[in-house]
């Protein structure tokens, strides 16, 4: 994959970044008393009361006189009420054990970029007038959903409190905006997604420690291109890396092609910490409420050196937090170009298609553990599974997927898939299941319901 010269020149432009930018006036800061929820003993919640400076109002008055600020260590949190917002030029540096923290009830993002447009029901417009050139480095990110179960009011990472963008939902957010970087941060205990990009080129997201994060790590909407993705690790109760060219419209600001991405260098969750530990490529076709429709493929993707990642999932798969059919792609969506190589799994792991594919690559591929019996790593086809909102209630079941729905595999290339300490190649019969469906006669008495869709593998 070729990566564009303004991706270089934004690489090179955020490694030249010094550490030493503005510093904050304390005088500007204010002080003020709230309550905060925390896990106390025997699974019961401890409320803790607070008085603490907010920091907004300093920051931002740092950004507006010299374009930068710089958050050093100390000993308590950098508390906020409300968005910092950085508009084009600017760079929020902080250090890696800076803790910044969003109070109670605040229900927004942390950080965003100044000119966030949403198109939640058109395609995005040629020009959108976009943010440039905006840095954030380092911090200890968190919202404060700690385990406790209102997550301290903060469960919207919202683009501001009132009248936020339909579809914002990030910690940190950046969207419509041409040449930004995001380094070095952890985000912790936070509900929204870690880093909600979208709208967007020209982009390099490196270092990202999920610290028992509740959603995906870095999410991608588009129209989004040449960008690279990297050094994504931690524990994530969602996608640690997540690339939505369509996606269910509450936490989509924009639709479109995603094209020219590098995901490198990502692994699922250490030993002893629970993650969901999956990668997300969706493609669709987005029905806008006039009835017109909005092709969103992906393509030109290389996704290399994965670790422990347990499954790439790369499917149809209509939106459940809705009524039935009301928000779901037109069709399976279509893959070009996609490539994946250098992935370790210490674990059983896979990769699973349901899309119109077009030039797959997977090679030097690493399976550590036995394969169990009828193992394949890469089924190609529809899914079917069966969502219980109520297991008593059968007329609340729901299919997660779109088993009705064929697609088609052309121009597979795969090589190098070994069994641990194994030094031939497996067979590309043992690598490749095509899936289909049959409808489950005795549904719902036993489960999935099935389907009638199937893979076409043309080889």
Request: net charge neutral.
């Amino acid at each position: 994959m070729k990566v564009s010269l303004l991706v270089r020149s934004a690489l090179l432009f955020s490694a030249c970044l010094e550490l030493q930018s503005a510093p904050v006036d304390t005088a500007q800061t204010r002080v003020a008393t709230w309550t905060e929820s925390w896990p106390g003993a025997a699974a019961k919640t401890e409320t803790r009361a607070v008085k603490g400076e907010i920091w907004n109002e300093a920051i931002q008055a740092a950004l507006d006189k010299d374009n930068s600020v710089s958050l050093p260590k100390r000993d308590q949190p950098y508390y906020l009420d409300r968005p910092i917002v950085l508009k084009s030029g600017q760079k929020l540096i902080a250090a890696a054990d800076a803790e910044i923290r969003l109070i109670p009830g605040t229900n927004t993002c942390m950080v965003r970029n100044e000119h966030i447009v949403g198109f939640a029901d058109k395609p995005v417009p040629e020009d959108t007038k976009p943010d440039t050139n905006i840095t954030i480095e380092g911090g200890i990110w968190t919202t404060l959903a700690n385990g406790t179960k209102d997550y301290n009011g903060n469960q919207r990472g919202a683009s501001s409190r009132t009248q936020p963008v339909p579809g914002t939902h990030g910690v940190i957010l950046l969207h419509n905006v041409r040449q930004a970087s995001v380094r070095n941060v952890t985000v912790r205990d936070s509900r929204a997604f870690a880093v909600h990009l979208g709208n967007i080129r020209d982009f390099t997201v490196d270092g990202v420690t999920l610290d028992h994060h509740g959603r995906d790590g870095v999410h991608l909407d588009g129209p989004a291109s040449e960008g690279v993705i990297r050094n994504v690790s931690g524990d994530s109760h969602d996608d640690p890396v997540s690339l939505t060219a369509w996606d269910w419209k509450q936490y989509s600001v924009t639709f479109g092609p995603i094209h020219h991405i590098t995901i490198e260098h990502v692994s699922g969750a250490p030993a002893g910490k629970r993650g969901t530990d999956a990668i997300r490529l969706l493609p669709g076709i987005k029905r806008f409420s006039n009835g017109s429709t909005l092709e969103c493929p992906i393509h030109d993707i290389t996704m290399r050196d994965i670790t422990d990642i347990r499954d790439f999932k790369l499917y149809d798969q209509p939106n459940l937090e809705v009524a039935s059919g009301s928000d779901a792609s037109v069709g399976v969506g279509s893959l070009q170009n996609i490539v994946f190589e250098k992935l370790t799994f210490n674990r059983i792991g896979s990769i699973q298609i349901h899309a119109d594919t077009d030039r797959l690559t997977v090679r030097d591929v690493k399976l550590n553990f036995p394969l169990p019996a009828g193992y394949r790593l890469i089924e190609f086809g529809p899914r079917s599974a069966t969502y219980k909102s109520k297991a008593d209630d059968t007329t609340k079941w729901r299919e997660i997927f779109s088993p009705d729905l064929d697609c088609t595999l052309r121009n597979l290339s795969v090589a190098g898939v070994r069994i641990k300490d194994e030094s031939t190649e497996l067979p590309i019969e043992e690598v490749v299941r095509v899936i289909e469906q049959k409808p489950n006669a005795d549904y719902p008495k036993s489960t999935p319901k099935g389907g009638t869709g199937k893979g076409v593998w043309v080889r």
